[in-house]
């Protein structure tokens, strides 16, 4: 038994070991240049929850946020429009009086898309079974046309988890772009990427939930998209040099795999409200902004269709927008 014990704690030490090792190799990827160039091209979104569009907020308020939005110049405008119910439907009150906010943002922001965000959270994994068969997806799809139909340019997907390799996401967005037309913008959540090829099965195991996409599941599901969103919350790092070195290496794989012709965003969160995502106070926009900024750099070379996000512009106070506006957006100019 004394035999046992000891091999187990060996066991032990050596995974501790390579833990430590690894967080110190991730965290020093937070570390080197940020390019003058390295920053917006003009390809940046923001995200909105759904009481914009349902008249729950007075004019003033509404006025705050489109100055916000025109100082960010933001392409494209993420409106919550509702969760996919199990069956793929999407409840239409979610988007049905839309039309007031939709035509205030247009007469003002004559230039940004607005998309309307369809979300999904299910408990249940997709590594065994698909999450959504083929009735709920031609469901899903029908929904997004409906949405389009109600005034918006376009749609964005967050559904969560899918397992790297099934068929959902990449059937859902080829049945939408046919329900929604190619003119209109199909924009998706993706995982984060495994920060080493083999790593996400071992992480799924042993957190019991789906974490990470594999880079070629990724280059897969954004063929079928306009846009692909890597969020920057949620990633189980518990201090800023290991997020900042996550960040780093989210921007480096997501430039490497996704289509040139692909733009490809990061998100930084903005909110410190646990309904919209699991919070962190190492998940900073600060940190997010000088992350990416760092991940551009070593790619070495300006992408055009590259920009960030701010999630969520509700939960965004003054501090965050300045560390957007003056880490991201002012280098530009």
């Not at 009735?135 to 790297?164: C, K, L, M, N, S």
């Not at 939960?315 to 927008?321: A, H, I, K, L, V």
């Amino acid at each position: 038994m004394k035999w046992l014990l000891k091999r187990i704690a060996a066991g032990l030490a050596a995974v501790l070991v390579v833990a430590v090792g690894a967080a110190v190799l991730l965290g020093a990827q937070f570390s080197g240049e940020q390019a003058p160039w390295a920053a917006s091209t003009g390809h940046d979104g923001v995200w909105l929850s759904g009481s914009w569009v349902n008249g729950e907020h007075a004019p003033e308020e509404i006025e705050t946020v489109l100055g916000r939005l025109r100082e960010g110049g933001f392409t494209d405008v993420y409106v919550h429009v509702g969760e996919i119910a199990p069956d793929g439907s999407l409840d239409p009150a979610g988007y049905a009086a839309a039309e007031p906010f939709l035509s205030r943002l247009r007469a003002e922001l004559p230039d940004a898309r607005v998309l309307g965000w369809m979300s999904h959270t299910a408990e249940s994994s997709s590594l065994v079974e698909d999450q959504f068969n083929e009735e709920q997806r031609a469901t899903i799809a029908a929904a997004a046309a409906a949405v389009v139909d109600a005034g918006f340019d376009g749609i964005h997907y967050a559904i969560a988890p899918i397992t790297t390799n099934d068929p959902t996401l990449p059937d859902v967005l080829e049945r939408t772009r046919a329900a929604i037309g190619p003119e209109r913008t199909l924009s998706v959540r993706a995982h984060p990427l495994e920060l080493l090829t083999g790593m996400r099965m071992p992480v799924l195991l042993f957190a019991g939930k789906e974490v990470f996409w594999s880079t070629g599941y990724l280059t897969r599901v954004a063929e079928r998209a306009d846009t692909v969103v890597i969020q920057g919350h949620g990633t189980g790092m518990p201090v800023k040099q290991l997020y900042g070195g996550f960040m780093v290496r989210q921007t480096e794989l997501a430039l490497e795999s996704v289509p040139e012709d692909v733009t490809v965003r990061i998100a930084a969160p903005a909110f410190d409200d646990e309904s919209l995502g699991p919070t962190s106070r190492a998940e900073t926009v600060a940190t997010a902004t000088s992350a990416v900024r760092i991940g551009l750099t070593k790619s070495g070379q300006r992408r055009e269709r590259m920009g960030m996000g701010l999630y969520v512009l509700d939960g965004t106070d003054d501090q965050e927008w300045a560390a957007f506006r003056d880490n991201w957006l002012v280098p530009k100019r």
